[in-house]
């Protein structure tokens, strides 16, 4: 039985939209324990079905991470504590990222070794039909290169892990795939993963070649990767509205909607960013995915499943042992 935390607080949409999304998860898995955290009369119906915990204080989105020290009563702190009171599974949270990173680093501490916690999440992989691990999507503005080259491993395992992808290939997101193009602190990562035997780097990647399937695993700062992140989600979403407008036109294309429709439900399904929902913040002591601030139900349940998966293959023991490993190397 895998026990989840879920901070009910924090997100654009509210209590209501999380209550609505844990209640969805219970039905489709009863069998999990759920602790939601937050404040309580707010989602009490959901005490037939699990532990509620009060916090009465909610940090807004753009807090930052000094703030989440001293809001001790906050949902978000409140929930990393009891995460770790409970020995949970998973710790789910669509509030502010700065301030979630910020506790689930100070409060779970980082993992022996790891230089500076990541957030990952996987895009499509059009040429293999499965996923390409992106890291670090946000969870830092500015990287150094040693950090960068420590993203290339933590992604390598997260890929092994997730995916069950032997001996990833690992690429570094630049502005051309030559050796020599890049920023400074992008050709000196280059550099370093060129010389780590720990990961199979195969040189640089373009942002429109990623969904092509040359890489398991691209790496970048997180600006970089943030960026990346909300381009997808965008181009996503313009590409559901055009084929809308192309298919509303007239008889003939509505009718050609039709005959189509499946194929098109297809590229929807693969494109759509709820199916992937959360980023696991790689490198701390406990299983913490970040859901997006926007989450809808639909969104906010693919967090809690992508949360569950990674329970399900040990993520943080294989993070673990891999720098443990690492370290006697």
């Known amino acids: 039985m895998r026990k989840f935390v879920v901070d009910m607080m924090g997100s654009d949409r509210g209590s209501s939209m999380t209550l609505e999304a844990v209640k969805t998860y219970h039905r489709l898995h009863p069998d999990d324990q759920l602790i939601l955290v937050g404040r309580k009369e707010e989602f009490a119906e959901a005490s037939s079905f699990a532990k509620l915990v009060n916090a009465p204080d909610v940090i807004e989105m753009e807090a930052g991470a000094l703030e989440v020290i001293r809001r001790k009563e906050s949902s978000m702190v409140v929930a990393v504590h009891t995460f770790q009171e409970e020995h949970a599974d998973a710790l789910i949270s669509a509030g502010s990222t700065g301030a979630f990173l910020s506790a689930a680093t100070l409060i779970l501490k980082r993992i022996p070794g790891v230089l500076r916690p990541a957030l990952v999440t996987g895009f499509p992989n059009l040429g293999r039909g499965n996923f390409v691990t992106l890291l670090d999507v946000g969870a830092s503005n500015t990287n150094t290169a040693e950090e960068i080259q420590q993203f290339a491993y933590m992604g390598s395992l997260y890929a092994e892990g997730a ?4 001996k990833p290939i690992v690429k570094l997101l630049s502005n051309g795939s030559e050796e020599g193009k890049g920023s400074p602190v ?31 695993v691209v ?10 992140l909300k381009s ?17 036109k007239n008889f003939m294309t509505k009718l050609g909607y039709l005959f189509a429709k499946s194929g098109i439900d297809t590229i929807k399904d693969t494109m759509n960013p709820k199916k992937v929902g959360g980023a696991m913040l790689a490198g701390v002591n406990g299983l913490v995915v970040k859901a997006h601030g926007n989450s809808d139900t639909e969104s906010f349940v693919s967090a809690m499943e992508v949360a569950s998966r990674l329970v399900d ?12 490993k690492a370290e006697q190397q």
Do not use: P, R
Request: aromatic share 10%; proline share 0%; net charge neutral.
């Open 186 to 216: 992008g050709k000196e990562a280059f550099a370093l993963l060129k010389a780590d035997s720990k990961v199979d780097f195969q040189g640089n990647i373009e942002a429109s070649q990623i969904f092509a399937g040359s890489a398991d």
């Open 313 to 324: 293959a040990k993520m943080i023991e294989k993070m673990a042992a891999g720098f443990a």
């Open 219 to 228: 790496v970048t700062d997180g600006y970089s990767g943030n960026v990346m």
């Open 232 to 248: 997808f989600e965008g181009m996503a979403k313009a590409m559901g509205k055009l084929m809308k407008q192309g298919f509303s």
């Open 163 to 166: 995916y069950g992808i032997q």
